[in-house]
């Protein structure tokens, strides 16, 4: 068990240029969770899929992000047009839908992408 | 509006102490409540969990208290060291729906020699 990974981890970009994160979950969970954290802030929900289904997005989600995770395994953000208020910390997790010991529910996040739109 | 309250953005605990944080949530439909702890720079690490169906949750140093009746849990870390230092946020699930988690603000934890 490697871990969540998440790449970049640091992404500087200009406003209005385009940015795709890529996470790897845990290769044992079928469900996938993007996040999103800004200063003082909790992380705030903004897509989960269940295997390759996309089954909910936060309205957070405006037309500009798209995620996908088109064969149930690794997944990507991509950012269009990116303006300084998306300036935040994505964080990826993943979680089991089996149960195993009660860990059904428990996330597991991976280190994040700091992305500054300057 | 705030469905997860972490009212303490911060608290100082010496060494050896009991470290006690606090979070209430407003939305009676959560029913699973977890504990993370983040530090700069990296993802949250999850610490501990409880069932709605619980009212305590013990792992080692950590312990999990939850009172539905007035929609509180708290963490209780005992003894604190300072590797406890930290950002804590409390999180909550409606496990009939898509488990996303809720978060709280975060309670930043320092814990002095």
């Known amino acids: 068990d490697t871990g969540v990974s998440q790449d970049p981890r640091h992404k500087i970009t200009k406003r209005g240029q385009n940015v795709t994160f890529r996470c790897d979950p845990i290769s044992e969970h079928n469900r996938l969770y993007w996040y999103r954290q800004t200063l003082g802030q909790g992380p705030e929900f903004l897509t989960y899929f269940q295997n390759e289904a996309q089954l909910e997005k936060s309205r957070l989600l405006s037309d500009r992000f798209s995620a996908e995770r088109p064969k149930g395994s690794f997944s990507t953000l991509e950012i269009q047009r990116t303006e300084q208020g998306d300036s935040a910390m994505y964080l990826c997790a993943s979680s089991s839908s089996r149960t195993s010991g009660g860990q059904l529910y428990e996330q597991y996040f991976g280190p994040g992408t700091r992305l500054t739109v300057t | 509006d705030q469905q997860v309250k972490q009212n303490s953005p911060s608290l100082s605990v010496q060494e050896g102490r009991i470290s006690i944080l606090n979070c209430d949530y407003t939305n009676s439909m959560f029913d699973y409540f977890l504990w993370y702890k983040k530090y700069p720079a990296e993802g949250p690490t999850f610490l501990i969990s409880i069932s709605s169906i619980k009212d305590k949750n013990e792992d080692g140093r950590f312990t999990v208290f939850l009172n539905k009746s007035a929609k509180h849990l708290s963490l209780h870390i005992v003894p604190s060291q300072p590797g406890d230092s930290a950002v804590y946020f409390c999180?909550?699930?409606?496990?009939?729906?898509?488990?996303?988690?809720?978060f709280g603000t975060g309670t930043r934890l320092q814990v002095t020699l």
């Open positions: 999180a909550a699930s409606d496990t009939g729906t898509a488990s996303k988690l809720t």
